[in-house]
């Protein structure tokens, strides 16, 4: 199993001081969470793509690049490319890049996004979001394993003997994990090449993401992959932990309330209740987190957002201090007793090489 955190890069007023950070502050905030990420001995990082405010990271490669150089685990991963509304051959470039420089910890994950307004500004057709990820990944799939590629599709002008540069470290492309909040089509994209699926888990119901992981697992099968216990699952998960329950809630609730996402919604205790949420003692989040294993089965990484709704850099620090020192070992221990020996571990640049 793989642990981690993910961030979407909001810049959101902390209620309960009024403070909104600027964006300067917000970027170098997310990299000294990658910084403590390390330090506290998780395995992931990863970070989505934005570009409307309130969201900083628009450019993803840039800042993991620069994390890259300032770690020497961590595996550096998004969590979300825009498969629709970049253009293939540019990912591929810029990820083989990153992927050297890091000297191969890097996966991608690609996504559709949940914002509409950015078809039109990158030229295209939110209608056509589905065909698009499919088309797109189909060239970018190709792009990092053959060295002369032909190509023509019904959204980019076509390719002839055209060869992206640098070429995936080792021969061996970034693994890729595509995510899905919502669509059926995208966990079988995942399932037919084999890919791994990483299911948001965050915001809607558990039963909604159960059947979309398990369409995944039984398509990767048909296909022909392994068995649908060897399919490659991700999940994401969400947590503010103090040393009590009561603590943790009161502290966290007008961050609840108020964040962009969901505040003025279900109250806390609603969506802990139908959703991963976990807000309480580092022992809770132990307990929440054990049962995704029978929800899911046997799955590879999990990631979890910390970082979110204007809560301050400090409080977050101590989020991850809690994360690494006291939940995550106890999970590791806890997933690796009776784990089938079939099941595949989280995906690494160099057991992929050696495979």
Do not use: C
């Not at 979407?8 to 000294?32: C, F, K, L």
């Not at 809770?284 to 970082?307: A, C, H, N």
């Amino acid at each position: 199993m793989q642990f981690g955190i993910f961030t979407v890069g909001d810049v959101t007023r902390d209620p309960t001081t009024g403070r909104t950070p600027t964006e300067h502050e917000r970027i170098m905030s997310m990299v000294a969470i990658a910084d403590k990420a390390e330090e506290v001995g998780l395995d992931v990082f990863a970070t989505g793509e934005h570009h409307n405010p309130p969201f900083v990271p628009s450019s993803p490669t840039t800042m993991l690049g620069h994390i890259a150089a300032r770690t020497q685990r961590l595996i550096l991963s998004t969590s979300t490319t825009l498969i629709t509304t970049n253009d293939p051959v540019k990912i591929a470039e810029d990820f083989a890049m990153l992927q050297h420089l890091a000297e191969g910890r890097v996966d991608v994950m690609m996504g559709r996004g949940n914002t509409a307004p950015v078809y039109p500004w990158f030229g295209q057709d939110i209608r056509q979001g589905i065909p698009l990820a499919i088309e797109n990944y189909a060239l970018l799939h190709e792009l990092w394993r053959e060295e002369a590629v032909d190509w023509e599709g019904r959204f980019r002008t076509p390719l002839r003997g055209f060869t992206a540069t640098p070429r995936p470290l080792d021969g061996v492309p970034p693994f890729v994990w595509h995510g899905s909040i919502r669509s059926p089509e995208i966990a079988e994209q995942a399932a037919y090449y084999g890919d791994g699926f990483f299911a948001n888990n965050i915001f809607w119901p558990r039963d909604h993401f159960i059947r979309l992981v398990g369409l995944y697992r039984e398509r990767f099968a048909y296909h022909g992959h392994g068995t649908a216990e060897q399919a490659v699952v991700g999940l994401g998960g969400q947590v503010f932990m103090r040393r009590n329950s009561q603590d943790a809630v009161r502290e966290f609730r007008p961050y609840f309330d108020n964040a962009p996402v969901y505040g003025h919604g279900p109250s806390l205790e609603e969506f802990t209740e139908q959703t991963p949420l976990t807000v309480g003692s580092p022992q809770e989040v132990i307990d929440k987190t054990l049962t995704f294993r029978e929800s899911f089965g046997d799955y590879q990484r999990q990631l979890f957002l910390m970082d979110h709704a204007g809560l301050p850099l400090k409080t977050v620090l101590e989020q991850l201090d809690m994360l690494g020192e006291e939940v995550v070992p106890v999970l590791r221990k806890e997933f690796a007793a009776g784990r089938p020996a079939e099941v595949p571990d989280g995906p690494t640049h160099a057991a992929r090489r050696a495979g």
